[in-house]
């Protein structure tokens, strides 16, 4: 141990496989001390410490998921603290070591009732903020969004949110009326707005990005399909220099060739994993809800019960993260991906790798990717 009283216990991580921004170390450590990551290198490191033997384990930067709804029973959409609670523990488990709580379409009220009801979760780090995936969304391309609560962008409702505190995300099709002030007016605020849901074509597209829209919602799913005559959101979104895609890699929201192709397009320093989980992650097949409708999960995939459109996951990062690399793309690339892009799109640049001086949030994987221990804030989970 430190000789020094003053100094805070270190811990040297060692005889690990290190995923670091510039590659993997085959036999690497990391050195935490006070909650931060104080040092990443190749070889074992010192020895004075409390020393951890991995036993060859993997380690990756803890996930950061800027898209999802819920997980192990509990959702973020109904406002409810204690259930947003239990989903986050759920994802944490899972290694997902930040994340935002993402409300879907619905009324006034609900938004007002639950941005205030988060307030106390993210002031101790539960959340690290909320993202609004609608209301000011296209009714053509809803997906599972309630369309009876869809509606053109209102500065005054959105003013009256953002004023509550805590929302670093809204997303918002760029067709509706209004939307381009909306995006100026969110990114004044230092919120960053996201293109998704939306019908737009690849011009109206690059007006959101030009307004100053930095992020697509889970380009491919809930936006107007590739046509080679009109190319659309999803090829404007993956052209744009500024905008990071969202990705739900579960096999069913997108082909693994679609993944691979989409990530090698925009570079995986645009490319951002998201769940889009929603409460049935982790749970068994069944009937839930998502945003006040009625959801059937049959096989893990969950569909709206009334027209079958997807509605959301039952992902976990840690199994995206494994689709991904199942999918071919290479495990530093996939790191970044799941937690530096990620971190960097939402604003934040304290986390998001392992590198020395950035919050001691990691993930220990076995040899199959799965999880084995989670530590945050360089407390072990
Ligand atoms: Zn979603």
Do not use: K
């Amino acid at each position: 141990m430190s000789a020094d009283p003053s100094e805070p216990a270190r811990l040297v991580l060692r005889n690990a496989r290190v995923v670091t921004p510039t590659g993997a170390l085959d036999r690497g450590h990391v050195l935490v001390a006070g909650g931060t990551i104080t040092a990443v290198g190749a070889g074992d490191g010192p020895a004075d410490g409390t020393v951890v033997d991995l036993a060859g384990a993997t380690v990756l930067p803890g996930f950061v998921d800027m898209h999802t709804h819920g997980g192990g029973g509990a959702t973020y959409t109904t406002g409810d603290a204690d259930e947003a609670r239990r989903a986050a523990a759920f994802h944490l488990a899972h290694g997902t070591t930040t994340t935002l709580a993402s409300l879907v379409t619905a009324p006034p009220e609900l938004m007002l009732a639950a941005t205030r009801a988060y307030q106390p979760l993210v002031a101790d780090g539960t959340l690290a903020g909320l993202h609004y995936e609608g209301p000011y969304l296209s009714a053509a391309r809803c997906g599972a969004q309630n369309p009876a609560y869809l509606r053109d962008p209102d500065l005054d409702e959105l003013a009256a949110l953002l004023d509550i505190g805590g929302v670093r995300m809204v997303t918002v099709a760029p067709e509706r009326a209004g939307a381009l002030d909306a995006i100026r007016y969110l990114v004044g605020r230092g919120v960053v707005a996201a293109v998704g849901h939306t019908d737009a074509s690849y011009e109206q597209t690059l007006a959101a990005v030009e307004a100053g829209a930095t992020a697509g919602t889970h380009v491919c799913n809930g936006m107007r399909p590739i046509h080679h005559r009109e190319p659309g959101p999803i090829v404007a979104l993956l052209r744009s220099p500024s905008v990071t895609c969202e990705f739900i890699a579960d096999g069913h929201h997108l082909h693994d060739a679609m993944l691979s192709f989409a990530a090698s397009a925009a570079g995986t320093d645009r490319a951002a994993l998201v769940t889009d989980a929603m409460a049935a992650a982790g749970m068994s097949d069944g009937a839930y809800e998502l945003g006040g409708q009625a959801v059937t999960v049959l096989d893990g995939v969950a569909r709206l019960a009334e027209g079958g459109s997807i509605a959301g996951s039952t992902l976990t990062m840690d199994a995206a993260v494994r689709r991904a690399v199942g999918a071919g793309l290479p495990l530093a690339d996939v790191a970044r991906m799941a937690a530096t892009t990620p971190a960097r799109t939402i604003g934040l640049t304290d986390r998001g790798a392992l590198a020395a001086g950035l919050r001691a949030d990691l993930v220990v994987l076995d040899d199959d990717l799965a999880v084995r221990r989670v530590m945050r804030g360089g407390e072990w989970q």
